[in-house]
């Protein structure tokens, strides 16, 4: 299909929608389509030369779509970017904006016999996709997100070895025990409701996605049960990590989700993260999720590994911090512009 144009008048370079059928995302359990949008933007001159890619990963809840808001006091990252470009104040880069919201709210950009096989969609397929079609330049392969976006830009970077050159994370995901100790309560404390039924919310929550009041906490955490514990003989498709009575660990599950923690996986993969050009953490010192902490442990764990990489903390919380991504946008598009140092 021919890629469609996406408000020309509002950039000076341009933006595609490229409709992307996926064969990994076929026939995933959760029942999610495997044809997705997938929005491009291409700097002004796009078609002269080669150009970095930076892919831009949504957090939980979100879709690279939202990205394109062009309302007049909305600007989102795409239109910032473009503005940057055409002022000189970065190098060009051409954006790539995947799609990997499901039915429970997100993927976490990692493979899951439950909500799908993302990592691989979002590495192999989409990476090769957009090369084919678009004129990339080599070891010149970059990966940006927030939230859960900024912790998928980490795992695909650890998990797909010379894939990426270069990776940002921003308030992503870390420190799970920090992060997930009250979250796993609020869940329970949101099943009440349910008689403890996660079965029963799921099905109400399909015909009224409502994340007021402990909504949110408990579509999170079946949604990070299904990417990080995955179970296809049980009813849901995935365990939960607690205890629906009394609230305690299970442990056996539990380890299986410190092990996609970023505190804990770069133990593993600090190689890989060692190759980049460019690493770069951040979070807000009022984070509402506590993840400044695990940022900080896995700054110090990087450190003591000897992975170069910038760690970065404002005054902020979780939410609200779009215009984040603009500086780190330009560092990443002259980092991956220049030639890699040996």
Known sequence: MNPRAHAPEDFQGRVEIRTFESTLLKHNRLGDRATRE??????????????????????????????????????????????????????GAIL??????????????????????????????????????????????????????????????????????????????????????????????????????????????AENPDLSGDGHAVINVLAMSACYSP??????????????????????????????DPVQAVERHAEPLRALRLLHLECGLRDEFHIQWGVRSLSRRLYELSVPHTHEEHGRGHRGLDDRYGPLLARMAAALDSEPQG
């Not at 004129?135 to 998928?152: A, D, E, H, L, Q």
């Not at 179970?231 to 990590?241: V, Y």
Request: charged content about 20%.
């Open 231 to 260: 179970n296809p003989a049980s009813p849901l498709g995935f365990d939960l990590p607690m205890d629906l009575e009394t609230g305690q660990r299970r442990e056996d599950v539990w380890n299986r989700w410190l092990a996609f």
């Open 38 to 91: 997938v929005p491009v933007y291409l700097p002004p001159g796009w078609d002269r030369g080669e150009w970095p890619v930076l892919f831009c990963l949504a957090g939980f809840t979100g879709r690279g779509q939202s990205m394109l808001e062009t309302h007049p006091w909305r600007r989102g990252l795409v239109w910032h970017f473009d503005q940057a470009v055409a002022r000189g104040e970065s190098p």
């Open 96 to 205: 790539v904006l995947p799609d990997c919201f499901t039915r429970l709210g997100g993927s976490q950009y990692v493979n899951s016999a439950t909500v799908g096989p993302y990592g691989d969609h979002v590495a192999r397929e989409l990476t090769a996709f957009v090369d084919e079609h678009y004129p990339t330049r080599t070891n010149g392969r970059g990966v940006i997100g927030k939230s859960s976006g900024g912790f998928g830009a980490l795992h695909l970077c650890m998990h797909y070895p010379g894939t990426f050159d270069a990776c940002a994370s921003i308030s992503g995901d870390a420190g799970f025990e920090a992060m997930f100790a009250g979250e796993l309560l609020a869940c329970l404390r949101g099943l009440v409701s349910y008689d403890m039924d996660p079965g029963r919310f799921l099905e109400a929550f």
